[in-house]
């Protein structure tokens, strides 16, 4: 049963930069591809965007372009997500998650990371 | 790409059937048969609850089932139980950039146990 295991809470003031790690058990991980989706206090569920593990193709969604940057470290099977230029709105928990082989839903997710953007 | 469209809120007594919808257009929810569904407890990961469109990942259980009509995808919980009660999420592939996937969250729901 493959595990997604994330950082730890991180805490910024406005204008900076985070990176979020999201390690996975297994020894299949560029067989898969991963997304990033966050949610704010007491609301939904936001996709941010893919990664493929085999190429590190992405996709990111259109209102966080230019500020979030998903890579992959196949030697060490982990999955990152940084964000820059930090907003209050950019508070949230970030979630990896990863597909199944077919590519059409998310079926691993990892418990989480809390980030707080305040000054 | 705008969120798809959910009820805020369903509830519905133990034994009973509850069913949430989950609009879209055709350019996500009917554009693709690859609507899944996530319930999510208080503080807790969403879990994968149904994938493209109807199929169960092993472990859930079959009181939950699902379909979709034209923009419109389902989800059916029957024979509601306690542990049931959390925010259900519906999610579509909506077609690609250049090189991959593009996905879009519903506005979620709140399943209540009466």
């Known amino acids: 049963q493959v595990q997604l295991v994330q950082s730890g809470a991180e805490v910024k003031k406005p204008g900076a930069s985070v990176k979020v790690s999201c390690k996975a058990s297994?020894?299949?991980?560029?067989?898969?591809?991963f997304n990033w989706v966050r949610q704010a206090p007491g609301q939904g569920l936001e996709w941010m965007g893919w990664?493929?593990?085999?190429?590190?193709?992405?996709n990111y969604a259109q209102k966080l372009q230019g500020r979030v940057t998903m890579t992959t470290d196949t030697s060490t099977s982990t999955a990152y997500l940084e964000l820059r230029s930090l907003r209050s709105d950019d508070t949230a928990v970030y979630y990896c998650?990863?597909?199944?082989?077919?590519?059409?839903?998310?079926?691993?997710w990892g418990r989480g990371t809390t980030v707080t953007v305040s000054s | 790409q705008s969120a798809l469209t959910q009820p805020r809120s369903v509830s519905g007594s133990p034994g009973q059937s509850v069913t949430i919808s989950c609009t879209g257009t055709?350019?996500?929810?009917?554009?693709?048969?690859?609507v899944s569904w996530y319930q999510q407890h208080p503080g807790k990961a969403p879990k994968l609850m149904i994938f493209d469109v109807n199929k169960r990942p092993s472990g859930v259980p079959d009181r939950f089932s699902a379909s979709k009509s034209g923009n419109t995808a389902s989800l059916t919980i029957s024979g509601l139980q306690a542990e049931d009660e959390a925010d259900y999420y519906c999610?579509?592939?909506?077609?690609?950039?250049?090189?991959?996937?593009?996905?879009?969250f519903g506005t979620g729901t709140k399943v209540t146990v009466l």
């Open positions: 990664i493929s593990a085999s190429n590190g193709h992405t």
């Open positions: 998650a990863r597909e199944d082989s077919q590519g059409t839903h998310m079926a691993v």
């Open positions: 297994g020894n299949t991980f560029s067989n898969y591809d």
């Open positions: 055709s350019t996500d929810v009917g554009g693709y048969n690859y």
């Open positions: 999610c579509s592939y909506a077609g690609s950039y250049i090189f991959g996937a593009l996905y879009v």
